[in-house]
């Protein structure tokens, strides 16, 4: 089993929103942090959240008996990459094969633009894409390439299993929706899955080369172009890319005789070329596949793996559905002597509550048809979600233009200071668009947490409905609605 301080994966992280999404019972959270969770970490680890929720997330995981989209894109990313290594390898073998065939001479400047010319150029285009796309400009065309490539990535989701394969999608959408650090950690799987294909490419260009068509077929190389060419200028060439290994081997190059003996007209036969001088291309081609593709690609890959652990690491855990399950894991579990011990009732009676200590201030906003009294409420937010409540003011829920003015008394009446904004509303209500407006506009208004509280009717007498609780968690995601869902039973 990974220790809790272990690094996050991809699979990690969609994992652990999957098992976010999915909650468990009032109270169960603080158990398992009781049971399995706390003996695990030092001392120091129970202070951070992501040793916790890595060791919350293990424990989850051996509970789970539904299909986990961690593992599922894991298993997926694992094929692909293993196809990408092999077509890679095809395609640069091949590309190899239609180069070094035929009755003339191997074109050695075709050659070159073909197997390294061709990657830098895609390379400087994305390069272009990346800083027009900073500076603010709109690119349409890269904008419907990305369109079908996730279009294509669609295509292999709907290969996997029903349940499978919408966990994946919703946990990849809550994930990207993490912020940049969540959209970037996104980004680099793909990116590290192009650099696997031109690793492959370039060995298999190198593998049929080196392997094949060398030790088997005698190849004379040469070449030609229409423009006027001096022979001093392709050596100028020749000495500026063989720069990387020149210092210690200034032999594998072609001279400025050989490359004078080397150049043939169209329709010229290879034996037509001094097999000395013909025969001096083929090492500096070969080194420079190895420096200008190869090499490149390997240090893009190890950028691109590093840059995704470092995406990783700072894709940090303070997004309201995080915050909430810290708050379940962190209360105390008040439990009495001997193996006999329960856990103590709540104001109202109900058993099974985790008292939590206050660990936040917060307002709260009070839809119009909500009739608890503040002072419940204030009790009830204080032994559940450990929030001690400053302020109160109802408002109508689907009217965003009334979350300014909301706002501004809860301001006027509270003391300055930073505090939680709960978003109290009976569980049995139906989300609508307007709803997720008002709680968009709440979000964007307010610096701090902002949070939908569900109560089990409007005086809060009751439990609220799994179900119910279900579809406004599924309403939230599907408005992209940057909100944590607390349930008051």
Avoid at 277 to 286: K, S, T
Avoid at 379 to 406: C, F, M, P
Avoid at 452 to 464: E, F, I, S
Wanted: proline share 5%.
């Amino acid at each position: 089993m990974p220790e809790p301080s272990a690094a996050w994966t991809i699979a990690d992280r969609i994992d652990f929103e999957q098992l976010l999404a999915t909650p468990l019972p009032a109270g169960d959270d603080r158990r398992l942090y009781e049971a399995e969770i706390a003996p695990r970490l030092a001392p120091a680890e129970r202070e951070q959240r992501s040793a916790g929720f890595r060791a919350w997330l293990e424990a989850r995981r051996r509970r789970f008996e539904g299909p986990l989209a961690g593992r599922a894109y894991d298993v997926g990313y694992r094929l692909v990459r293993v196809a990408a290594i092999a077509l890679g390898f095809v395609t640069g073998a091949g590309l190899a094969g239609t180069l070094l065939g035929g009755g003339e001479p191997v074109n050695a400047l075709l050659f070159l633009l073909w197997t390294i010319g061709l990657q830098w150029l895609l390379l400087a285009a994305v390069a272009g894409a990346w800083l027009l796309r900073r500076a603010g400009f709109d690119l349409a065309p890269l904008r419907h390439l990305v369109e079908h490539a996730l279009a294509g990535a669609g295509a292999l989701l709907r290969r996997l299993p029903g349940e499978a394969r919408d966990e994946l999608r919703a946990a990849l959408a809550r994930l990207g929706r993490r912020g940049r650090a969540g959209r970037a950690g996104l980004a680099w799987p793909p990116v590290i899955l192009l650099q696997t294909f031109g690793l492959a490419f370039n060995v298999g260009i190198l593998a049929a080369m080196l392997l094949v068509h060398l030790p088997f077929v005698e190849l004379r190389f040469g070449w030609q172009s229409t423009y006027e060419l001096s022979a001093e200028e392709v050596q100028r060439a020749v000495q500026a890319l063989a720069t990387p290994w020149h210092a210690f081997a200034p032999g594998l190059q072609p001279s400025l005789e050989d490359i004078r003996a080397t150049r043939y007209a169209r329709g010229a036969a290879a034996e037509a070329l001094p097999s000395h001088a013909a025969r001096a291309w083929w090492p500096f081609l070969a080194l420079c596949v190895a420096c200008y593709g190869l090499l490149v690609r390997a240090v893009l890959l190890v950028v691109g793996t590093l840059a995704l652990r470092w995406r990783l690491r700072t894709l940090g855990f303070d997004d309201p559905d995080s915050n909430a399950l810290w708050r379940r894991l962190r209360g105390p579990l008040v439990s009495g002597q001997g193996g006999g011990a329960v856990l103590p009732a709540a104001a109202d009676g109900s058993p099974h509550a985790v008292r939590t200590p206050v660990i936040a201030d917060c307002n709260a906003l009070l839809s119009e048809e909500m009739s608890i009294g503040e002072e419940r409420l204030a009790v009830l937010l204080r032994e559940r979600l450990g929030w001690r409540l400053r302020a109160t003011a109802r408002v109508s829920i689907d009217n965003r233009d009334a979350v300014e003015q909301a706002l501004a008394m809860l301001a006027t009446a509270a003391d300055a200071g930073s505090t939680a904004l709960a978003v109290v509303v009976p569980g049995s209500r139906d989300p609508i668009v307007a709803v997720a407006r008002f709680l968009q506009e709440a979000a964007r208004q307010t610096r701090d947490e902002v949070v939908v509280v569900l109560c089990g009717g409007a005086a809060c007498d009751g439990p609220v409905d799994a179900a119910r609780a279900a579809v406004w968690r599924r309403f939230l995601d599907i408005h992209k609605v940057e909100v944590g869902l607390e349930c008051l039973a």
